[in-house]
């Protein structure tokens, strides 16, 4: 499974570059707000520091809008993904830019059959929100575990980005299910690695190799 970062931030993304195992990045409107400075500007500095796809998202709402727009970011760098909303209007733009050759997203996806449809109109990826169902009560993971179902049925080439992760097992969960991508806070990935057996382990090897110095020294 490819593990993306989502966030705009350029310091997590350097930070979550320098471990190795980043394939991606997801940003969206609410992510880029929080840098504060022009989204153009930041993704530009995005794309310099990642090599797989940047996904940035239209915030027109009309298909012939969300396709002009679509220009503008796909002219950033080779390497942006478009994300577009899973609506009607969504669908027709991802549609044209899938014949245009534009990679895209498709984003707030809560259900199999906008899945579907996404994937019928050429979308390189689909972008499930787990988290935001789980808050409305829903199982979130129970919705990857349909697409995934569908898209196999029909050999679909859509990938599955799982969005909206909260915590880690939403990220083990998503390999399970066979997912193809998670997109991850910078948090989560810390988590991800994090295990309180592990630094105890080292404090005790740190520990036995620092008395074992002593005595060598003493001898
Ligand atoms: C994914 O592409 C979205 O940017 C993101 O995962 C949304 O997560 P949230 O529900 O925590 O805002």
């Known amino acids: 499974?490819?593990?993306?970062?989502?966030?705009?931030?350029?310091?997590?993304?350097?930070?979550?570059?320098?471990?190795?195992?980043?394939?991606?990045?997801?940003?969206?409107?609410?992510?880029?707000?929080?840098?504060?400075?022009?989204?153009?500007?930041?993704?530009?500095?995005?794309?310099?520091?990642?090599?797989?796809?940047?996904?940035?998202?239209?915030?027109?709402?009309?298909k012939e809008e969300m396709v002009k727009e679509a220009g503008g970011l796909a002219k950033i760098a080779s390497n942006i993904v478009i994300k577009v909303p899973c609506t009607t209007e969504g669908l027709a733009a991802t549609k044209e830019l899938s014949l245009t050759g534009v990679k895209t997203n498709l984003t707030l996806c809560f259900s199999a059959s906008q899945a579907l449809l996404v994937a019928k109109a050429g979308a390189t990826f689909v972008s499930p929100f787990v988290g935001r169902l789980d808050d409305i009560s829903a199982e979130g993971m129970d919705l990857v575990s349909d697409i995934k179902v569908i898209y196999d049925n029909?050999?679909?080439?859509?990938?599955?980005?799982?969005?909206?992760?909260?915590?880690?097992?939403?990220?083990?969960?998503?390999?399970?299910?066979?997912?193809?991508?998670?997109?991850?806070?910078?948090?989560?990935?810390?988590?991800?690695?994090?295990?309180?057996?592990?630094?105890?382990?080292?404090?005790?090897?740190?520990?036995?190799?620092?008395?074992?110095?002593?005595?060598?020294?003493?001898?």
């Open 154 to 219: 029909f050999k679909i080439n859509t990938e599955i980005i799982v969005a909206s992760i909260r915590h880690p097992i939403h990220f083990l969960e998503a390999a399970r299910i066979g997912a193809d991508i998670a997109t991850v806070p910078f948090a989560v990935i810390e988590k991800l690695m994090k295990h309180p057996l592990t630094d105890i382990g080292i404090e005790r090897f740190m520990a036995d190799w620092d008395k074992l110095k002593k005595q060598l020294n003493k001898e």
């Open 1 to 62: 499974m490819k593990l993306f970062i989502d966030t705009a931030n350029l310091e997590e993304i350097k930070k979550a570059c320098s471990y190795g195992v980043l394939d991606g990045v997801t940003t969206n409107p609410t992510l880029l707000s929080r840098e504060g400075s022009d989204p153009i500007e930041q993704l530009k500095k995005i794309v310099e520091v990642v090599d797989g796809p940047v996904s940035a998202e239209v915030t027109s709402l009309k």
